[in-house]
């Protein structure tokens, strides 16, 4: 599946220019600058397909990539970005909620925790969302490759404490790289049981 092109089909910033969805979606969600857009092109093996930059705030509307026409990926605006204005915030968060909560086509929910950074309060308002919408999410850790692998035992067992409550959690928390390539193998052969055959 991941061997075939990924490609761009669909930008909104409102959910009123959203169809119904054919196909199975899975989207990925996390703080600003978190590597949701990094972690999607390492996925689809594209260096330049979601735009991704050292600041955050980068990605600003619901971007639809389809794989070979039996899956797709969503790359979300991210959470928890300060410096927008706090209309603008609003409303990307009241398009991502929505968007979350109501969309029988979305499979899953990669919600994406930086290894370097504290669990933050928004991740947490975004855990008890998932869980309250039923929606199943799966916890990948990102930029592993910048942490020490005893630095990043201890983060996994922190996060695993958070994770093991949380009814619409998978139990399995990923650790992934889109630099070095780590857990991305692992990831793919995930989604791919999602797609169509
Ligand atoms: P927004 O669109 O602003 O919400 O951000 P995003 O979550 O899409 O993050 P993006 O993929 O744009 O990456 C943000 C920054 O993190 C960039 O400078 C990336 O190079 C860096 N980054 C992403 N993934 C990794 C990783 O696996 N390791 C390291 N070291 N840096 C990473
Ligand atoms: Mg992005």
């Not at 996994?156 to 959690?169: D, F, L, S, W």
């Amino acid at each position: 599946l991941f061997a075939s092109e990924c490609k761009f089909f669909l930008g909104i910033q409102d959910l009123k220019q959203l169809g119904e969805g054919q196909l199975p979606e899975i989207a990925f969600s996390g703080r600003s600058n978190v590597g949701k857009s990094s972690l999607l092109n390492a996925l689809a093996g594209q260096n330049f397909l979601a735009r991704t930059s050292s600041r955050p705030g980068r990605t600003q509307q619901l971007n639809f990539f389809s794989l070979a026409n039996r899956l797709v990926l969503v790359d979300m605006p991210g959470y928890g970005y300060a410096e927008a204005s706090k209309k603008v915030k609003e409303s990307w968060q009241n398009t991502m909620f929505t968007f979350l909560r109501a969309r029988p086509v979305l499979k899953r929910v990669l919600l994406l925790l930086d290894a370097r950074i504290e669990v933050k309060q928004n991740d947490l308002q975004m855990i008890d969302l998932l869980n309250r919408a039923a929606v199943s999410f799966q916890v990948i850790l990102t930029k592993c490759d910048s942490l020490s692998q005893p630095a990043l035992v201890a983060k996994t067992g922190e996060v695993n404490k958070i994770v093991a409550k949380q009814p619409a959690a998978y139990p399995h928390i990923m650790l992934t790289s889109s630099k070095s390539g780590q857990g991305i193998d692992e990831l793919r052969a995930q989604l791919a049981q999602l797609a169509i055959p």
